[in-house]
């Protein structure tokens, strides 16, 4: 296994270079960057002040200059300030040294270094990410052993179903319906539209922030955990399923042994492995998909919706920073997920394959 481990770690290297020179090729071929939309809002400026002073009883000539654009020198000034005064290869190696040295740089339009905007975000992802992974074990396992111990019954079936829905809803779409129907739509007002925390959060008691605090996560707990699941729901049902038709349970139960024995005693154990080597790869897709959608939707001030702004403002360093950080974490956590399922099971071998 150590090997296995010594080679995937080799290979982080290569992936996040392939991953950041794809997305700076394409991040580059896409109009509407920073440099443009710079000199847009200088020209937008320029063209209101010539439109005051036309109003104000100013020449044609000066509503003439005030409307033809920059000259070239301001034009290479903005691009300096940017850094597009040097060729793109010369850009994506200046950026890849910056980050072997851990620096993300700063962003082009909140004027911070992208780390602190990292570290300012991070808790608000962490807690919907941590809450959203607790609640979907919570739910999902007792549900699937329910499920694997009632097979083939009315319940089931009903269940079965239940999950169908809740797994074909997209998650923006269930989160936008949970907003028009609870937080001020067309129906009902019972939970806050938008925020983790009240305007007047700091003046509230502890309990009384404990209160604020869960009362504006209701909302997006629920919308990220019912389409989360559904495939755990059923990976523990089948898991168990698989195990109940084994030869020890036969073993047990011809012992004399209770089914509630047979369950916890001897199935629980090997049933679970599988879900608990899941883990690290659940909290990847649960923190890199669907909470960033959420974070979007209700407005609240996490990764995702750093990432979002930074898309439409065409920030760069903070796409890329965000981008591998992301990766980073997320190849690691898929190197961990299997290193546990090596270290629960042995009989796993990832060398060996």
């Excluded at 111990?149 to 179903?161: E, P, Q, R, T, Y």
């Excluded at 980073?328 to 009989?347: A, E, K, M, T, W």
């Amino acid at each position: 296994m150590g090997r296995y481990v010594i080679k995937r770690l080799l290979l982080i290297l290569p992936t996040l270079f392939l991953i950041l020179l794809a997305n700076f090729v394409i991040v580059q071929a896409a109009p509407g960057g920073p440099v443009e939309q710079q000199i847009a809002m200088i020209e937008q400026g320029q063209k209101q002040q010539a439109s005051m002073k036309s109003a104000g009883g100013g020449t044609a000539q000066q509503t003439y200059q005030g409307t033809r654009g920059l000259s070239e020198e301001m034009v290479e000034s903005i691009k300096a300030q940017y850094g597009f005064d040097k060729p793109a290869p010369e850009r994506f190696w200046l950026m890849l040294k910056s980050y072997a040295q851990l620096d993300f740089g700063t962003s082009f339009f909140k004027g911070q270094s992208v780390t602190d905007l990292i570290l300012e975000k991070m808790p608000v992802s962490i807690s919907l990410g941590l809450w959203s992974t607790l609640l979907i074990y919570l739910i999902a396992i007792p549900l699937g052993i329910y499920k694997a111990c009632h097979h083939g019954s009315s319940m089931d079936k009903l269940s079965a179903l239940i999950l169908a829905i809740g797994h074909a809803i997209p998650v923006f779409v269930f989160a936008v319906i949970l907003l028009v129907f609870f937080a001020g739509g067309s129906y009902f007002n019972w939970f806050p539209l938008q925020g983790l925390t009240s305007e007047n959060f700091d003046q509230l008691s502890v309990l009384g922030k404990i209160k604020d605090y869960f009362w504006h996560l209701a909302l997006p707990l629920l919308a990220s955990t019912v389409g989360g699941f559904a495939g755990l729901t059923y990976l523990t049902k089948f898991s168990f399923l698989e195990e109940l038709g084994k030869q020890y349970v036969l073993t047990a139960r011809a012992k004399g042994l209770g089914e509630r024995q047979v369950l916890y005693g001897h199935v629980f154990r090997n049933a679970m492995l599988i879900i608990i080597a899941g883990v690290p790869a659940a909290i990847v897709g649960i923190f890199f998909t669907g909470n960033f959608l959420i974070e979007i939707i209700f407005k609240l001030d996490g990764l995702g919706l750093l990432g979002f702004e930074a898309i439409q403002q065409r920030d760069y360093p903070v796409i890329f920073g965000t981008l591998f950080i992301f990766t980073l974490v997320g190849l690691v956590l898929q190197l961990i997920s299997d290193v546990s399922y090596h270290l629960i099971d042995p009989r796993i071998d990832f060398e060996e394959r």
